[in-house]
């Protein structure tokens, strides 16, 4: 990733120094992140909790019907922002 990462970006450390982002962040070819991981990660607070946030994304949801992340630019993103919002508010 070029410039400064989104606060809200899933990302660990990297042991050989740096950091590392979650290729599902971003459409391929394109260096900025899907506008919809940013909603969702901060609903989910990744910058707290950068694992639990990517455990959402690569877990199966029965709400969504398949991988967050696998669906990413296949539904609409008010659904992906609808269900991460449920988690949160505990629907």
Do not use: K
């Not at 962040?25 to 946030?53: K, T």
């Amino acid at each position: 990733m070029r410039g400064a990462a989104p606060p809200e970006l899933i990302r660990f450390a990297d042991p050989r120094g740096g950091e590392r982002y979650p290729e599902f962040q971003f459409p391929e070819g394109c260096g900025s992140p899907y506008e919809v991981v940013i909603q969702v990660n901060r609903l989910l607070l990744a910058d707290i909790d950068p694992w639990g946030a990517a455990a959402w994304w690569l877990s199966g949801n029965t709400w969504l019907g398949g991988t967050p992340a696998a669906l990413l630019g296949r539904l609409p993103d008010r659904e992906l922002v609808g269900a991460a919002t449920a988690l949160v508010e505990g629907d």
